[in-house]
Structure formats: C-alpha cells, structure tokens
C-alpha cells in the first residue's frame, strides 16, 4: 500500500526484514524506504481459546503431555490462520509445518492439519481471527508469542526447532521454503521484527524519535515485557541514509 500510495505512515513496522529489502527498496519499489534497524525477535505459539471445547486436550499439550500436533488432528477442532500471501505470519505458519513434519516425522503432517495454503475454512484477517478467538468461536490459531499475551489467552510453545523464534536454529529453519502465488520463495528464517521511517513520511522528525524510542528507549522495554525477545540491532539497507540521531543505536549490519 505504501509504494501504491494508498498509505503513507510515518513510521512503517514488519514481521519480516525481506518484506523491507523485497517490497519497499529498490527502483522498482520507488524507493520507497532506503533503510531500517532490527526492533526484536519472536516465535511462533498455538494460542487457544480459553473455554474452547477442545481446552482440556489443548492444556494437555501446552503441558507437553501429548503432541500438540495431535489435537490440531482432532476431527471437529477450529483452527485458524492468516493469508501466507499477504501476511509474513501466514507464510511462516505454512514454514513451520514443513519444519515439523521433518522434525516428527511426519510427511503429510502440513496437508493433515492445514488443507491447501488457502484453505478458507481456516484463513482469515488478522482482525477475524482474534474475535473468534476470544469469542470461542474458533478453537486455536498460530500467533506471535507477544499476541497471545497481548490477548490474554492461554498458547501451546513449540521446539526451538520449529518456532522460528531462535537464531541458533537459522540453518536449520532454512532447510524449507514456500512458493507464494506471487514473488519469490519465501526461505525459512527467523522472525523478526523491522522499524523504519518510509521516504514520503509527513512528520519525518517526529518519526525518527519514535523510532529511537523503540529501538532504544521506553518503548523497546514494553516490547520485551509484551512477550518479544531482544535481538541485536542491526541496519539493512543504506546505513549511510539512516538519521545521524539513531546511528548510535547500530550494533551492526544484517546479512
């Protein structure tokens, strides 16, 4: 929306740094951002409704009790996700699964508890997807660690392997990919998160604190407390166009 000019944000957050280098940079993209600083890290969980039918099978295997990919299989059981095409979330859903059918062995374990990467019975809008969930209207949902504690609903921890949550598993997570409708393979990797002040932004300067203040600042310890991990912070794009005020702030460059 930002290179159509349908939006135009002071300040511009995503869940995975290649929608910044694939989608905002570059002539083709106008330009539209030159470059962004690492915010934080985090992994993917099963949140799940609280007073879902399902809630004592679900408790079971955030207790690690039995696996959790067990009572995703349970016929009758809601589970929801978000567009892969549109949303960095959807597409590393479908990532891990491919991971965790490695991991457990279990070949068809992505078609067994996803369908299609479409499917409509499961995928929805982000906005959907936390209604019926609080609403007990759908039984789980593969979110951000910090969204299930954002919602205040119980979630299901998965291994380091799979979470996409832990840069000592970034081989291993790049093991799998996933071909999107559009664009280039989306290569497993792990999450984190981006901040950066677009190029048309209207309050640029205003902007720049914002970003200092997350980054560094107040906001970067709410984050931590909302359930994100700390990560390095590190430029991608043209360091030289970042703000002298955030320079400071850089601990290196991503790869």
Do not use: C
């Amino acid at each position: 929306m930002i290179t159509a000019k349908l939006a135009n944000p002071d300040v511009f957050i995503s869940a995975s740094p290649s929608v910044d280098t694939n989608d905002l940079m570059g002539p083709s993209n106008g330009n539209a951002i030159r470059w962004y600083l690492t915010l934080a890290s985090d992994q993917l969980v099963i949140a799940y409704a609280p007073h879902s039918r399902f809630r004592s099978e679900l408790q079971a295997a955030a207790q690690k009790k039995i696996p959790w990919y067990q009572v995703l299989a349970t016929p009758g059981l809601r589970l929801g996700r978000t567009d892969p095409n549109l949303d960095p979330k959807g597409a590393d859903t479908i990532l891990m699964m491919k991971l965790a059918a490695k991991l457990y062995h279990q070949p068809n374990l992505e078609q067994t508890l996803l369908g299609s990467d479409e499917n409509p019975k499961q995928v929805y809008p982000e906005e959907d997807l936390i209604a019926q969930l609080t609403s007990g209207q759908m039984d789980a949902v593969i979110a951000y660690k910090h969204e299930a504690i954002e919602w205040h609903v119980p979630y299901i921890t998965l291994p380091n392997a799979i979470n996409l949550g832990d840069p000592a598993d970034a081989k291993t997570y790049a093991q799998v990919s996933w071909q999107p409708t559009h664009g280039k393979p989306v290569v497993g990797a792990p999450i984190l998160f981006t901040i950066t002040v677009p190029k048309r932004a209207p309050h640029a300067s205003t902007a720049v604190a914002f970003v200092r203040y997350m980054v560094d600042g107040q906001g970067h310890s709410m984050l931590m407390r909302d359930g994100f991990t700390p990560t390095k912070i590190e430029v991608g794009g043209d360091e030289a166009a970042v703000p002298h005020s955030l320079s400071s702030t850089i601990q290196g460059k991503i790869s």
